[in-house]
Structure formats: C-alpha cells, structure tokens
C-alpha cells in the first residue's frame, strides 16, 4: 500500500502547478511526457495494490484502459483538456485510472494478449506521431502547425523506442519458465 501513495502523491504533483501550466504549453511535452507519464504512475500504482484487491480484473478492463488513452489522444479532446482546467484533470485521472487497469488486468490475461497489447500501443502511438508530422494542416486548434509537426516528429523517435521496449519485454515473457501446477 505504501507504492501505490507514493505513486499516487507523485500522480497528484505531476498534474500541479507548475509541472502541468509548463507542459501544457507544448504540445510535444504533452504528448511524449505528459500522457506516457501519467500512464506510468498509473501502472506503477497498479502494480502495487492491484494484486491484493479481489476485482476480478479482464478483457473488460483491458478495452476500457485501450479507449481511455485513446480518447485522450485525440486532438479535439487534446484542445479541450489544455483550455479547460477541470478536462485537464480528467484527463489526468483517465490516463493514470488506464494505467492501473492495465497494470491490473494484463498480467492476468496472457502473453499472447500483452504482445498484442504491445504491438497495438506502438502501432497507435506511430500512425497518430505519422499524422502529426506529415499533415499540412493543423489538427490541434489550441497548438501551431509547428508545434504540431514537432510533436510528431518527438513521438516517432519515443515509437522507436517504445518498440524496443516492447519487444525487449515480449522475448522476456516468452522465455519465463512456466508456472508449476499447483496440486
């Protein structure tokens, strides 16, 4: 339980002044720290406190955390988040709230379905950093075209090393011994 208020009292000064007025007026930094580190804190809670709780954790969790960041990453809901305060902070629960389900929810559901996950977060995070960087018009109402294809630009490097991660963590899960069979 100790984890899980560290990273939660973390989550909570991340989204405080002056850490979120700075990234919020980069779209880069909203995009590449922001929604990975919120994410994060969210996982790391998680992983501290989901394992004792008896929720039964499933896919279920798993499509509601993929439709959570999804939704976030958006550009209309994006525009929305940074010029309203109280979407700010939903924004913020959503992506720390999708973080813990997916801490909670993956490991329980298989390597088949966490290289899945894996291979559809990347996939995700490049197409929209690919848009971002190539599209001559503006799609974020509330950040320039500049700032636009400079995101995109951060994002495609953060792609190369996302899939590394996850293919690093993918060989990991495949050759962990398998669990004994409990009698």
């Known amino acids: 339980m100790k984890g899980f208020f560290i ?11 002056p850490i979120d007025p700075w990234i ?8 590449v720290i922001e929604i990975p580190v919120l994410i994060l804190l969210g996982w790391l809670s998680g992983s501290k406190v989901a394992p004792s709780l008896t929720i039964p954790w499933s ?10 960041v999804s939704f976030w990453m958006i550009p209309r809901s994006l525009d929305l988040a940074v010029s309203q ?4 902070l939903l924004m913020h629960f959503c992506l720390w709230v999708a973080g813990f389900g997916f801490a909670a929810s ?8 966490q290289t899945a996950i894996g291979i559809y977060g990347v996939a995700m995070w490049a197409t929209f950093a690919l ?18 294809k ?20 993918s060989i990991r899960l495949l050759v962990r011994p398998a669990d004994p069979l409990v009698e």
């Open 7 to 17: 990273f939660s009292i973390l989550t909570v000064l991340f989204s405080a002044p």
């Open 24 to 31: 919020d007026h980069s779209m880069a930094a909203q995009m």
């Open 59 to 68: 896919a279920g969790t798993l499509v509601l955390c993929v439709g959570l």
């Open 85 to 88: 305060p109280m979407v700010d």
């Open 106 to 113: 993956l490991p329980r559901l298989g390597v088949i379905t």
């Open 131 to 148: 848009v971002l960087s190539q599209t001559a018009a503006q799609i974020c109402a509330w950040f320039s075209l500049e700032q636009q």
């Open 150 to 169: 400079f995101a995109g630009e951060s994002m495609l490097w953060f792609a190369g090393l996302f899939l590394v991660f996850h293919l690093v963590n």
